[in-house]
């Protein structure tokens, strides 16, 4: 769930010719989620010519549930498939 709020933050920085593969995702589990509804929210921390660094997080009745911090490749699509 925490992946499916960065990435399209991530995505919509990108230009159309580009995707980011991810190098690394590392998740923080605060509290225990309940059944119901759970908020998401990514933002892209840092965004190079080739890295960037995004965040997510989870929160349920305000309060916050799980944390997010992924980096990953900023890479090209290639033009010759």
Partial sequence: MLYD???P???AA???NQFNPTLALKTTFIAPAKVGKIYGQGSVVFKGCSVC???GEL???GK????????????RISKWF
């Fill in 5 to 7: 709020t960065m990435a």
């Fill in 9 to 11: 933050a991530l995505t």
């Fill in 64 to 75: 916050l549930v799980a944390r997010s911090t992924a980096t990953a490749l900023i890479r």
């Fill in 53 to 55: 660094v995004v965040e």
């Fill in 14 to 16: 990108l230009n159309d």
């Fill in 59 to 61: 929160t349920q009745d």
